[in-house]
């Protein structure tokens, strides 16, 4: 979760070696790499971060969605082991190496974007989300010849310059323009602030505002795609509703846009199936993915119809480090332990336990408005005296700090930063799991009602 330099913690003067450390990284380090808090690490495993004082934290952050298969797993960190003694790098442009394709080939099998057309599936690899998101846009354009791209309010789809442009929330980009042109944003489906209204009603409503759009802001003639997360991660964990996705993939088909789900956050059994949008029915015509794709590696692809993948002109995607051998043994190990694991199964169970627990907490606690999210990716909301449009930023701050102090790392969500999110390894065990809510519910229950 980044932040800005005017919220980075002062200087640490209590003389632990974390103190230290951190001293050490605010002399040297851009401020503009945003540090949330002087928490350390030194070491991990499964759900558990040690910092170099030696002080354990229930993981429920998982690096920002990460570590899926949870830290230091035995089969990865042995995949990357056997990769590096045998190729480090080779680059995909130059020579065509084994662990690149067969990624690839696992990917379109798992993710086959392609209806039965006839069609097939094609992915790419590059290094992280961001670059997913250029590249995706990149190809949509090259398929369409059209350059506007619909976006949507509380996206984070990163932080270069397109991908920027595309991210919703301000303080991420402040003075970053002049961002990249051609990018139409529209508000997230989901109800208003004290809106009571039904799924249906919503989806009818914000796929007429779409339609709407393209008569008095952009013509659809002229949009190349629409980017979507599925499940928002930084805006706070808002779900797309089941019938916006399968209007805007009537839309989309009609008009020849590109749907592009960002699957960035929400992918890999994150919600409990291998992809976020398994849960609505519907397939985009292209996809890109990170985080805990590569167990703890820098790895990031995009996925789709090879109707699209292919009308992009040679040499204009891809990296230097793009599909880097060693982080396509991870993420091969990766995939294999997700599967062995069961680790969508694992996520419904996590997911369920915490909806439960925070669910009995908004019956006691007035300022929670709100428990949303999709499997293990869960989010809790609070407000100020229960009003949902007075969002509390410096009470959930107050909780993550008093968390951190009990051992648990959790981190916030949400434009106005009013959301704890809770992303655990999904091999937390049912104890860590229930220590950490312990912990998190006790301290929203003190802190707001105090």
Not at 92 to 111: Q, S
Not at 222 to 239: C, M, P, R, T, W
Not at 328 to 334: E, K
Not at 381 to 394: I, Q, V
């Amino acid at each position: 979760m980044p932040a800005t330099a005017s919220t980075n913690p002062a200087p640490p003067t209590s003389g632990t070696r974390s103190d230290e450390l951190v001293a050490r990284r605010q002399k040297v380090v851009c401020s503009g790499v945003g540090m949330l808090s002087p928490m350390t690490a030194a070491s991990a495993e499964g759900a558990i971060i040690t910092d170099v004082d030696g002080k354990q934290f229930i993981d429920f952050a998982s690096g920002i969605g990460v570590m899926g298969v949870g830290h230091s797993d035995p089969v990865v960190v042995e995949a990357i082991r056997q990769q590096v003694g045998e190729l480090q790098h080779a680059c995909a442009h130059v020579a065509t190496y084994e662990p690149y394709v067969a990624l690839c080939e696992k990917l379109v099998e798992l993710f086959p974007h392609h209806e039965d057309t006839g069609d097939g599936t094609k992915a790419m690899l590059i290094n992280t989300g961001a670059e997913a998101v250029e590249n995706a846009i990149k190809i949509a354009r090259q398929a369409t010849g059209r350059a506007g791209v619909i976006c949507y309010t509380g996206a984070f789809h990163g932080r270069t310059l397109l991908a920027g442009s595309l991210t919703s929330k301000v303080r991420l980009k402040e003075g970053c323009g002049p961002y990249a042109p051609e990018i139409y944003r529209l508000p997230f489906p989901k109800a208003l602030p004290g809106e009571t209204i039904d799924e249906a009603s919503l989806a009818e409503r914000e796929l007429a505002r779409l339609e709407r759009a393209f008569d008095d802001t952009v013509s659809a003639s002229q949009v190349a795609a629409i980017i979507i997360e599925v499940v928002q991660g930084e805006g706070g964990f808002n779900v797309a509703p089941k019938a916006y996705l399968r209007g805007l993939r009537t839309i989309c088909d009609k008009h020849g846009i590109v749907l592009i789900f960002d699957e960035v956050q929400s992918g890999f059994c994150r919600t409990g199936t291998w992809a976020g949008y398994e849960y609505s029915g519907v397939k985009p015509d292209l996809s890109p993915w990170a985080k805990a794709m590569g167990g703890g590696l820098p790895i990031a692809c995009v996925i789709g119809k090879a109707s699209v993948m292919d009308r992009v002109n040679p040499g204009t995607l891809g990296g230097t480090y793009g599909g880097n051998p060693v982080s396509c043994a991870a993420a091969l190990a990766t995939l294999q332990r997700m599967a062995e694991l069961d680790l969508n199964a694992g996520a419904k169970r996590i997911g369920d336990t915490i909806r439960t627990r925070f669910t009995d907490l908004q019956k006691k606690v007035n300022a929670v408005t709100d428990v949303r999210g999709l499997g293990a990716m869960m989010a809790i909301e609070l407000c100020e005296g229960g009003d949902p449009t007075r969002p509390a930023p410096a009470l959930v701050k107050s909780v993550i700090d008093d968390c951190r102090s009990k051992g648990l790392l959790v981190i916030s969500a949400g434009v106005a930063g009013n959301c704890v999110r809770v992303l655990t390894p999904l091999v937390i065990t049912d104890e860590q799991l229930g220590h950490g809510l312990d912990i998190l519910c006790a301290s929203i229950e003190q802190h707001a009602n105090g």
